[in-house]
Nanobody
Framework: VQLVESGGGMVQPGGSLRLSCVGSGFYFSGYDMSWFRQAPGKGPERVSG????????WYADSVKGRFTAGRDNAKNTLYLQMNSLKPEDTALYYCARGTENRMRGQGTQVTVSS
């Protein structure tokens, strides 16, 4: 099982980023997937979950209305569109198989700063 994230970077407050996560080594289309983040000195926070078919998506209150998750099962890819970014969104973002963060990628850093 391999999960590889990309798309992170540094952005000013109010800016946008689009993260991607490509899965391999397992039947991607058959699994619910999640996005987590972990800020320095804090525990992991699950920010979004999407079911296997992509028709049901959950968001944490902290990102609801600003982040949009999606997936393209034909490309084994999970997405997270992040708009109206805030400094408190600064964290390492990673995707995970299922609803827990046991099977996860290495992550991509997102830094929101002026």
């Amino acid at each position: 099982v391999q999960l590889v994230e990309s798309g992170g970077g540094m952005v000013q407050p109010g800016g946008s980023l689009r993260l991607s996560c490509v899965g391999s080594g397992f039947y991607f289309s058959g699994y619910d997937m999640s996005w987590f983040r972990q800020a320095p000195g804090k525990g992991p926070e699950r920010v979004s979950g999407i079911n296997a078919g992509g028709g049901s998506i959950w968001y944490a209150d902290s990102v609801k209305g600003r982040f949009t998750a999606g997936r393209d099962n034909a490309k084994n890819t999970l997405y997270l569109q992040m708009n109206s970014l805030k400094p408190e969104d600064t964290a390492l973002y990673y995707c995970a198989r299922g609803t827990e963060n046991r099977m996860r990628g290495q992550g991509t850093q997102v830094t929101v700063s002026s």
